[in-house]
């Protein structure tokens, strides 16, 4: 025999007893059988629905207008089919998580229930199983329940059976598989320098024959660099402790590399392998130090990093794996080195993808906003907390343990009796506990609890001392207050507790991806304004070496059913929307954080834009264009003519660009010749509507409004009101709405009904008399959009509050009614709350108005009770 054939002729000796001898592990993720709701009337005709997993019931009913979404009762069905091979062999059924409680039923048999919707869970149903077609059922339940967490929090708890299910298939003989879901061997290093390094590997065997187990590390490259064996205990627990590998390769997020190990069951006396784990294996050393901040491998290290949810547009937490994956790369990409896997656990694939991509993570349980001072409550926060830590101790991803967010925000106790004050002491007892099962699951891990910005409470309450790192998440300067709040606040951290670690566990503010001002203001929900808040941020975050890291809020846009404002439905904070489009302050970071040479111009996504012509011009306007790098300098070219050259500096130069209608091309250069293009389609609005240089075609504005709007579906873009001035357009009279008279707010925060243009519908001008545009002679289309911006709660309040003082009657309000007239004739009469102007309800319509005899177009409100309003008014040119 030759040599390349007696190597084949080994391999086809070797390789069935080795696949034999591994687990299987088999997703049985297609054509299952589910239904929504508890009644039993199986025999109806489409009562199953065949669906494939992931599955949730819920990503449609978080987004529609309807408020709230399914909270209960949903089944799963699927026939699974076991071959003659598995006779004898040991088989679990795998939950990578299922929301939120379980129960699961084998040939109609229950086997196993279990609590919480972020961990996994497996059955042996060994026994329930025999050869062919077997029934495997599921009931999920996702009903609010005071005994699992999240009580509360800025998130929706999808229902569903989310994650992929697997049969695990093993030997008779096998690692420990009781061991909450996890493959029953542990490994950590005890010992990390650059010059050598111990393992230790602790697991458990289910053994009925005398056995021995092999452990062998690999490196990155597949190379042997260690082998060892072990004799299990009398219990089936063992030991391997590997010392004095050499010159260990460090994992850190520059070098992940990763090493493995194989533990190998055999039989002791043939070498038969009867079954096989593999772990991933990571060699690093890290710590947190409360004036120095974080270090790994023996070097300071600023941790930067983000949150992030496990959602997505219109699937809502039923991502296929990929999408989980990607998500990971997607910071990976921007330079960042953290994931904050919150607020509660994810799939494995993210906490895989994060030690082999090279993020360091803290992963928590969800205990958010609120604790129940059950028995019920304590014990699943505590397995749940048992869980994590096993199912992904091997992670060398890992540093941080966490548990509990901001749960001091939403006390079950609201006024402040004796029960508030022993509910505090009770959840400070639970918050001890939960540390104390941190410390004896792994002392080589670092604790963290995130706090809301109520510094005096949570020191009062002790919450502070518990955990090893204290996280803070902070919004000043978006919520309330202003940015120099923040520098204050940490500062005071440092100050009253010096000798504890800090983290900045949140921080962030929403941006619709739609909107933008130049000149943003707090909370308006604009790209600018988000932009701002960073960058105020990181100057703080990188002045003090104290402060350990900072994790945005959030890696991406995710659903709470509950939220309303620009986007309904949506927590707007992201650094790229809940489909995954990145906002500027994405490249932001990137320009700041990643090492690969990067350009980037800024709201190259925002490519309908509108502005009116500069001053003294008819058919240009001039903004600002920023570009994003990490190079010394940058060229910006418009329309093929060099607009100039600047420095880079804190990742970003700024240049005024000249616009004209149609596509406008940039084109950016940075220092090493690294390029990147735009296009921007402009309409640039005359001052002068009559003017030759520049016809009159549309004209799409929000009243009540300083922002401009995208509109990414029809690339219609709106621009804000203005005051009118002869020869051009705008508003005569009124005031912009606001909410609250006294704050700097403008607009609603209400989901408004029947639009997906919220922002528009948002912002209104109260009490105006017209709107006037000068536009030359032809036949056009008048939208104007309209919406009460003041609930039925609202009015009656109002009423109310003024009634108490001397200019009640006359104010209080009774509703509005008014006629809008169009160049004289009267389109609209008696608009009221009565007919279409229903509370938060969306409203428009068209109307064709033909100008003649240079008059322009005039609409006026007359008011017949209360106030006229106008939130949005469109105009176009039909011919
Ligand atoms: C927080 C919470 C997080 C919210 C965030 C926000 O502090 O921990 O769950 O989503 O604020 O955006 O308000
Ligand atoms: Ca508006």
């Given at each position: 025999?030759?040599?390349?054939?007696?190597?084949?002729?080994?391999?086809?000796?070797?390789?069935?007893?080795?696949?034999?001898?591994?687990?299987?592990?088999?997703?049985?993720?297609?054509?299952?059988?589910?239904?929504?709701?508890?009644?039993?009337?199986?025999?109806?005709?489409?009562?199953?629905?065949?669906?494939?997993?992931?599955?949730?019931?819920?990503?449609?009913?978080?987004?529609?207008?309807?408020?709230?979404?399914?909270?209960?009762?949903?089944?799963?069905?699927?026939?699974?089919?076991?071959?003659?091979?598995?006779?004898?062999?040991?088989?679990?059924?795998?939950?990578?998580?299922?929301?939120?409680?379980?129960?699961?039923?084998?040939?109609?048999?229950?086997?196993?229930?279990?609590?919480?919707?972020?961990?996994a869970?497996?059955?042996?149903?060994?026994?329930?199983?025999?050869?062919?077609?077997?029934?495997?059922?599921?009931?999920?339940?996702?009903?609010?329940?005071?005994?699992?967490?999240?009580?509360?929090?800025?998130?929706?708890?999808?229902?569903?059976?989310?994650?992929?299910?697997?049969?695990?298939?093993?030997?008779?003989?096998?690692f420990d598989?009781?061991n909450y879901a996890t493959n029953g061997v542990f490994i950590s290093t005890p010992q990390v320098s650059e010059d050598n390094a111990t393992v230790n590997v602790k697991g458990k065997v289910?053994?009925?024959?005398?056995?021995?187990i092999i452990t062998t590390v690999y490196d990155r490259?597949?190379?042997q660099v260690a082998k060892t064996d072990s004799r299990p205990n009398?219990d089936g627990s063992f030991v391997a402790n590997i010392k004095g590998i050499k010159s260990p390769q460090l994992w850190s997020p520059?070098?992940p590399n990763l090493y493995k190990v194989v533990n190998t069951l055999?039989?002791?006396?043939?070498?038969?392998?009867?079954?096989e784990v593999t772990n991933p294996l990571g060699f690093r050393w890290f710590s947190f130090?409360?004036?120095?901040?974080f270090s790994l491998n023996g070097?300071?290290?600023?941790?930067?990093?983000?949150?992030?949810?496990?959602?997505?547009?219109?699937?809502?937490?039923?991502?296929?794996?990929?999408?989980?994956?990607?998500?990971?790369?997607?910071?990976?990409?921007?330079?960042?080195?953290?994931?904050?896997v919150?607020?509660?656990p994810?799939?494995p694939?993210?906490m895989e993808?994060c030690d082999r991509?090279g993020i360091l993570t803290a992963v928590?349980?969800?205990?958010?906003?609120?604790?129940?001072?059950?028995?019920?409550?304590?014990?699943?926060?505590?397995?749940?907390q048992c869980e994590m830590i096993r199912q992904n101790y091997n992670h060398p991803s890992v540093i941080i343990w966490s548990?509990?967010?901001?749960?001091?925000?939403?006390?079950?106790?609201?006024?402040?009796?004796?029960?508030?004050?022993?509910?505090?002491?009770?959840?400070?007892?639970?918050?001890?506990?939960?540390e104390n099962l941190c410390r004896e699951e792994d002392p080589a891990r670092f604790t963290m609890?995130?706090?809301?910005?109520?510094?005096?409470?949570?020191?009062?309450?002790?919450?502070?001392?518990?955990?090893m790192i204290?996280?803070?998440?902070?919004?000043?300067?978006?919520?309330?207050?202003?940015?120099?709040?923040?520098?204050?606040?940490?500062?005071?951290?440092?100050?009253?507790?010096?000798?504890?670690?800090?983290?900045?566990?949140?921080?962030?503010?929403?941006?619709?991806?739609?909107?933008?001002?130049?000149?943003?203001?707090?909370?308006?929900?604009?790209?600018?304004?988000?932009?701002?808040?960073?960058?105020?941020?990181?100057?703080?975050?990188?002045?003090?070496?104290?402060?350990?890291?900072?994790?945005?809020?959030?890696?991406?846009?995710?659903?709470?059913?509950?939220?309303?404002?620009?986007?309904?439905?949506?927590?707007?904070?992201?650094?790229?929307?809940?489909?995954?489009?990145?906002?500027?302050?994405?490249?932001?970071?990137?320009?700041?954080?990643?090492?690969?040479?990067?350009?980037?111009?800024?709201?190259?996504?925002?490519?309908?834009?509108?502005?009116?012509?500069?001053?003294?011009?008819?058919?240009?306007?001039?903004?600002?264009?920023?570009?994003?790098?990490?190079?010394?300098?940058?060229?910006?070219?418009?329309?093929?003519?060099?607009?100039?050259?600047?420095?880079?500096?804190?990742?970003?130069?700024?240049?005024?660009?000249?616009?004209?209608?149609?596509?406008?091309?940039?084109?950016?250069?940075?220092?090493?010749?690294?390029?990147?293009?735009?296009?921007?389609?402009?309409?640039?609005?005359?001052?002068?509507?009559?003017?030759?240089?520049?016809?009159?075609?549309?004209?799409?504005?929000?009243?009540?409004?300083?922002?401009?709007?995208?509109?990414?579906?029809?690339?219609?873009?709106?621009?804000?009101?203005?005051?009118?001035?002869?020869?051009?357009?705008?508003?005569?009279?009124?005031?912009?709405?606001?909410?609250?008279?006294?704050?700097?707010?403008?607009?609603?925060?209400?989901?408004?009904?029947?639009?997906?243009?919220?922002?528009?519908?948002?912002?209104?001008?109260?009490?105006?008399?017209?709107?006037?545009?000068?536009?030359?002679?032809?036949?056009?289309?008048?939208?104007?959009?309209?919406?009460?911006?003041?609930?039925?709660?609202?009015?009656?309040?109002?009423?109310?509050?003024?009634?108490?003082?001397?200019?009640?009657?006359?104010?209080?309000?009774?509703?509005?009614?008014?006629?809008?007239?169009?160049?004289?004739?009267?389109?609209?009469?008696?608009?009221?709350?009565?007919?279409?102007?229903?509370?938060?309800?969306?409203?428009?319509?068209?109307?064709?108005?033909?100008?003649?005899?240079?008059?322009?177009?005039?609409?006026?409100?007359?008011?017949?009770?209360?106030?006229?309003?106008?939130?949005?008014?469109?105009?176009?040119?039909?011919?």
């Amino acid at each position: 025999m030759k040599i390349k054939n007696i190597v084949a002729f080994i391999a086809i000796l070797l390789t069935p007893v080795i696949a034999n001898a591994q687990r299987i592990k088999q997703s049985i993720n297609t054509s299952w059988q589910f239904h929504k709701g508890s009644d039993e009337n199986e025999t109806a005709p489409d009562y199953w629905q065949t669906i494939n997993i992931p599955h949730t019931w819920n990503a449609d009913d978080v987004m529609d207008d309807t408020p709230g979404y399914f909270r209960g009762i949903g089944w799963y069905q699927k026939e699974i089919f076991l071959p003659k091979g598995w006779t004898g062999k040991t088989i679990y059924v795998y939950f990578e998580g299922a929301s939120q409680l379980a129960e699961v039923f084998i040939n109609g048999k229950s086997v196993g229930t279990h609590a919480g919707s972020y961990l996994a869970f497996s059955f042996d149903i060994t026994k329930q199983v025999h050869e062919g077609k077997n029934i495997l059922r599921v009931k999920l339940d996702n009903s609010h329940d005071p005994d699992i967490a999240p009580l509360g929090g800025d998130f929706s708890v999808y229902g569903g059976l989310y994650r992929d299910v697997y049969l695990l298939v093993a030997d008779a003989n096998h690692f420990d598989m009781d061991n909450y879901a996890t493959n029953g061997v542990f490994i950590s290093t005890p010992q990390v320098s650059e010059d050598n390094a111990t393992v230790n590997v602790k697991g458990k065997v289910n053994a009925f024959q005398k056995v021995k187990i092999i452990t062998t590390v690999y490196d990155r490259k597949g190379i042997q660099v260690a082998k060892t064996d072990s004799r299990p205990n009398k219990d089936g627990s063992f030991v391997a402790n590997i010392k004095g590998i050499k010159s260990p390769q460090l994992w850190s997020p520059e070098h992940p590399n990763l090493y493995k190990v194989v533990n190998t069951l055999t039989d002791a006396k043939t070498g038969k392998v009867l079954d096989e784990v593999t772990n991933p294996l990571g060699f690093r050393w890290f710590s947190f130090n409360a004036d120095k901040g974080f270090s790994l491998n023996g070097e300071p290290y600023k941790i930067m990093g983000a949150s992030r949810h496990q959602d997505y547009k219109e699937i809502g937490s039923a991502l296929p794996d990929a999408l989980h994956i990607n998500d990971v790369q997607w910071l990976k990409d921007m330079g960042g080195s953290f994931l904050r896997v919150s607020h509660y656990p994810q799939d494995p694939a993210i906490m895989e993808a994060c030690d082999r991509l090279g993020i360091l993570t803290a992963v928590e349980t969800p205990g958010n906003n609120q604790v129940t001072e059950s028995e019920g409550y304590t014990r699943t926060m505590l397995n749940m907390q048992c869980e994590m830590i096993r199912q992904n101790y091997n992670h060398p991803s890992v540093i941080i343990w966490s548990y509990m967010n901001e749960v001091l925000i939403q006390p079950l106790h609201k006024e402040k009796t004796l029960e508030r004050e022993q509910y505090w002491k009770n959840l400070h007892n639970l918050a001890q506990k939960l540390e104390n099962l941190c410390r004896e699951e792994d002392p080589a891990r670092f604790t963290m609890v995130a706090f809301h910005g109520d510094f005096d409470l949570y020191k009062r309450i002790g919450l502070i001392d518990i955990p090893m790192i204290a996280g803070w998440n902070l919004y000043q300067g978006w919520y309330s207050g202003k940015f120099e709040d923040f520098e204050t606040f940490v500062l005071r951290h440092h100050n009253e507790f010096p000798e504890k670690p800090l983290i900045i566990s949140e921080y962030g503010a929403d941006a619709d991806y739609r909107l933008h001002n130049f000149k943003p203001t707090r909370f308006d929900k604009t790209q600018e304004y988000t932009n701002m808040y960073h960058d105020a941020y990181l100057k703080t975050i990188m002045k003090y070496t104290f402060i350990s890291g900072a994790i945005m809020w959030n890696l991406v846009e995710f659903v709470n059913e509950g939220r309303q404002e620009a986007v309904p439905h949506v927590n707007n904070k992201g650094l790229l929307t809940t489909e995954r489009k990145p906002k500027d302050i994405y490249y932001i970071y990137k320009a700041l954080l990643s090492k690969v040479p990067f350009i980037k111009i800024g709201g190259s996504n925002w490519n309908s834009r509108a502005q009116v012509a500069d001053a003294g011009k008819e058919a240009t306007a001039t903004q600002p264009v920023t570009v994003y790098s990490n190079q010394a300098e940058v060229t910006l070219f418009a329309n093929y003519m060099k607009v100039g050259t600047q420095k880079v500096v804190n990742g970003k130069a700024v240049f005024d660009v000249i616009f004209g209608n149609g596509d406008n091309h940039l084109k950016a250069v940075a220092s090493n010749n690294e390029e990147d293009f735009a296009t921007i389609n402009f309409h640039v609005i005359a001052n002068n509507l009559k003017v030759k240089n520049n016809p009159f075609t549309t004209l799409n504005v929000s009243l009540g409004d300083y922002r401009m709007f995208m509109d990414d579906i029809t690339h219609e873009a709106w621009v804000p009101e203005q005051e009118y001035t002869p020869g051009s357009w705008g508003y005569i009279g009124g005031k912009v709405y606001k909410e609250d008279e006294k704050g700097d707010r403008y607009g609603s925060s209400r989901n408004i009904l029947g639009t997906p243009y919220d922002a528009m519908y948002e912002t209104q001008r109260t009490g105006l008399n017209s709107f006037k545009a000068d536009v030359p002679d032809g036949v056009y289309e008048v939208t104007l959009h309209f919406a009460e911006l003041l609930t039925k709660e609202q009015q009656e309040k109002l009423v109310y509050n003024l009634d108490k003082s001397a200019v009640a009657q006359k104010n209080s309000f009774t509703g509005r009614s008014f006629d809008v007239i169009i160049n004289g004739f009267t389109i609209l009469e008696n608009l009221s709350n009565e007919n279409y102007l229903v509370p938060i309800q969306a409203y428009n319509t068209k109307i064709t108005v033909t100008v003649k005899d240079v008059k322009g177009i005039t609409i006026d409100f007359k008011t017949n009770r209360g106030e006229a309003i106008l939130n949005g008014l469109q105009l176009r040119k039909i011919y």
